[in-house]
């Protein structure tokens, strides 16, 4: 089992800036990749941002030039650093984890943008 645990979110003015965090813990070598995740309201879950242990990253469109994703391998702690936030980023963010098996999610962190 793996054990995510997020933090760093808070209430932030359009423009800012907010750097989240995800302590992975447990069964952590199992681990190939890490994402970012957001569910606004009345929306479903989805993607913001996924590294690979190698740094490889992908980002979803309405973040890319915006938002950073990077890992820190040797203490399992993936971060999303956003800047220029908008109104439109307000949602909860979740950090996922996956093996070849399994994927595991943390309990999210509101981040709420206001205008």
């Known amino acids: 089992q793996v054990q995510l645990v997020e933090s760093g979110g808070g209430l932030v003015q359009a423009g800012g800036s907010l750097t989240l965090s995800c302590a992975a813990s447990?069964?952590?070598?199992?681990?190939?990749?890490f994402g970012w995740y957001r569910q606004g309201p009345g929306n479903q879950r989805e993607l913001v941002a996924v590294?690979?242990?190698?740094?490889?990253?992908n980002y979803a469109d309405a973040v890319k030039g915006r938002f950073t994703i990077s890992v820190d391998n040797a203490s399992n702690t993936v971060y999303l650093q956003m800047n220029s936030l908008k109104p439109e980023d307000t949602a909860a963010y979740y950090c996922?984890?996956?093996?070849?098996?399994?994927?595991?999610w943390g309990q999210g962190t509101q981040v709420t943008v206001s205008s």
């Open positions: 996922n984890a996956v093996s070849l098996s399994d994927r595991y």
């Open positions: 447990g069964k952590t070598f199992s681990i190939n990749h």
């Open positions: 590294i690979s242990r190698r740094d490889l990253t």
